[in-house]
């Protein structure tokens, strides 16, 4: 059995229509949509909407961690469109239609932070199953799946806005990570929270890795864990006593699927 597996796609579709090339099925770990393209600041829906130089400046706002600047700068492009829910919807819908139009092998797919997941049915096909929360076999081998990214300690769900990202307390990703039992292969959109799969060595921080999934690794050892979410990791790959744990993206960029046999 061979079967491959993305994370962190970002509007890649190009890449995706190949990532299924010579497997029997493909496993998408989510963060389909390009919502702010930091490498191409002409790409994603803010780019394509304000432009590359309005981009650089938000790049350089985040990159200097100037929260409160980035967060008035994105309020004074927002408020210049005259409906930018709509405006957003749209592009996610085409980016949409791209991205599931290039699953052209059997796929396995749950959302990530960067993504809308009520929306994924109207455009899966019928080789693709949207998982979260649920449970599979392929080839002998029980995959488990739980999308989403974590709130940060403390925070609430924003009301209102242009768009909702994917985010759950930890109570609720640990709640399905709990459904799933023990599995063979633990697919996650998020690493375990172990700091050197969390820590992003361009963005000089660490992302929120789960508990609940590090102690699923500890307690029933699947064989592989796989994620995505940091883009650039300090580790991508490190073994965690029988459970081989594995960053599979950032697809966007590296354009590799990983690839498991057995």
């Avoid at 949409?96 to 993504?115: E, H, K, Q, S």
């Avoid at 979410?229 to 960029?253: I, K």
Wanted: hydrophobic letters at 45%; a negative charge; glycine letters at 8%.
């Amino acid at each position: 059995m061979r079967v491959h597996v993305v994370s962190d796609v970002h509007g890649n579709a190009e890449a995706l229509a190949k990532a299924g090339d010579g497997a029997d099925a493909l496993l998408i770990l989510g963060d389909l949509i390009d919502f702010v393209d930091y490498h191409d600041h002409t790409g994603g829906i803010m780019g394509a909407v304000f432009g590359s130089e309005a981009m650089a400046t938000f790049a350089r706002l985040r990159r200097e961690s100037q929260h409160n600047e980035v967060a008035a700068f994105a309020r004074t492009l927002w408020t210049s469109l005259d409906d930018p829910a709509a405006v957003v919807e749209e592009a996610i819908r085409e980016q949409y239609a791209r991205l599931f139009a290039a699953m052209t092998v059997p796929t396995y797919a749950t959302p990530g932070n960067v993504d809308v997941p009520a929306l994924w049915p109207e455009y899966a096909g019928e080789n693709v199953r949207i998982l979260d929360g649920e449970t599979i076999e392929l080839g002998g081998l029980r995959f488990g799946f739980v999308g989403g990214a974590l709130l940060p300690p403390g925070a609430v769900r924003r009301r209102g806005g242009v768009f909702h990202p994917y985010l759950r307390t930890e109570e609720e990703l640990a709640a399905d990570v709990a459904e799933l039992g023990a599995v063979d292969v633990l697919c996650s959109h998020v690493p375990p929270d172990v700091p050197e799969l969390t820590y992003d060595v361009v963005s000089r921080r660490a992302e929120h890795g789960s508990r609940a999934l590090l102690e699923s690794i500890n307690e029933n050892s699947p064989r592989w864990a796989m994620f995505g979410h940091v883009h650039q990791p300090l580790v991508s790959r490190m073994r965690l006593a029988y459970t081989e744990c594995a960053n599979v993206g950032h697809f966007q960029r590296t354009q590799r699927p990983y690839v498991l046999r057995w």
